[in-house]
């Protein structure tokens, strides 16, 4: 279900980019999508408002997402988007990678998850309960309030943007079954012990490894669990390059060793 | 159409606060709102999805906002946000107040704009591209790339949330007709300075203008054009105390002024 990518109808035509440099497999959408919205615990309830009807409603909705990707949510009968789940279950959660101050916020990955709000019966509560506090500790402070229920997202649709050009509608099979990158909890720091202190290495796999021998500087933008990205610029613009680790990593050591062979790779090649 | 305070059901019952204190006027929500929307440049669009249809969509959406308060966007061809618009019209934009990180996300202060999405023709293009682009200068990569249109969010109906407990619809025309308070842009480098070098003042303030004679801190909290807020503890708990300026303030001499003359008359009572 992929459509990615379309080209804007620029005019006078668009920055000089090297084309990208692909080598090997990397994380499908899906798994991206999973992975950003593991990391963020506040999205934008949608729903179906009373008056104006059917007007979409955005609301403020703290989340943990399940084991299949449901947002489960906590929510009261004082507040609009309740009334409105209760009058249609039509639903939806929007999470939004964070945008540094100044930031262009439409660079930031985002998932739209789209399907139906079902409360949570007796039966599910103490799980639902667990989830939610893992991700939100501020709702200790009321969800035992009587007027609050917890509710899950159950997901029938996902649109994924990851940043400009790059959208695609992920499979609700996929989704529910994809994980968590377990290496995006360390992978900043990562990148940032990679630019300070290898700099010298990153040029030469870009210059060897992705074959493109005129780059002057080139620079780690991302790690994950199957490989490294790298941003290199030379006479013909900057261009992304990515590297495939020889087997997926998990730790930070593991990843260490990876990006160790890969330095070696490119000194030796 | 005010609907609040009203209470969640606590079991055991709630923290122990000590009454507010409010003397004199304070901004109504449409300025509240109005002043809080005015300082943030990126909401969620909600628009209705195609499939799975009517389902509630929610996008990223720089936008800046007009004199009457509606937001004015820019959106691509490509995005799903359009596509939905041309299909059904109705649509709203959530603008959130920024959260601290590890901050409650449900304290932050937020308003959702309900109504109907309206392309603008080719009259109203250049004003809705300054406004536009006033707020988001991101945009001027991409304003004229033929994919993209401005469009206005013709506002119907406005659901106002100030944090817990203070939850309005304000009416239609009040939005239209409200203005940012001038002061917000600088009330947090004034509440700053009261804190730092005038907490004496602040704490006698508290106890003889607001009558808690048993307080022993005294801290602003904000200031707008109309007064001073502050918290004060004591043995009955915190409390929230507003004091009133003279007359209007809309620059930082006048609230300087109005702040000396507060001080001033705390010290006399």
Chains 1, 2 share one sequence.
Request: proline share 8%.
């Amino acid at each position: 279900m992929a459509d990615r990518p379309r080209d804007h109808t620029v005019p006078g035509g668009g920055p000089s980019m090297a084309p990208a440099v692909v080598l090997g497999p990397e994380p499908d959408d899906a798994e991206r999508a999973r992975t950003m919205a593991a990391a963020i615990t506040t999205g934008t309830l949608g729903t179906l408002a009373i008056d104006p009807p059917g007007t979409p409603f955005g609301s403020v909705s703290p989340f943990g997402l399940d084991d299949a990707g449901r947002p489960v949510i906590c929510i009261s009968e004082l507040a609009e988007h309740t009334r409105n789940l209760r009058n249609d279950a039509r639903a939806s959660m929007l999470v939004v990678e964070p945008t540094a101050p100044g930031g262009d916020p439409l660079a930031a990955g985002r998932v739209t998850l789209l399907g139906r709000g079902v409360e949570v019966d007796e039966s599910g509560r103490e799980a639902a309960k667990a989830i939610h506090l893992a991700a939100n500790p501020h709702a200790a402070g009321y969800v035992d309030y009587g007027d609050f229920s917890f509710w899950r997202l159950e997901v029938d649709a996902i649109r994924y943007v990851g940043g400009y050009g790059r959208m695609s509608w992920i499979d609700a099979a996929a989704w529910a079954a994809a994980r968590p990158d377990p290496v995006a909890t360390f992978a900043a720091g990562a990148v940032e012990h990679l630019n300070a202190d290898h700099a010298d290495a990153l040029l030469l796999m870009a210059q060897t490894l992705a074959g493109r021998g005129s780059v002057t500087t080139a620079t780690a933008v991302g790690i994950d669990r199957l490989g490294l990205e790298l941003v290199a610029v030379g006479p013909d613009g900057p261009g992304r390059i990515r590297l495939a680790f020889a087997e997926p990593a998990a730790t930070p050591d593991a990843i260490r060793a990876a990006t160790v062979t890969l330095a070696k790779a490119a000194r030796s090649a």
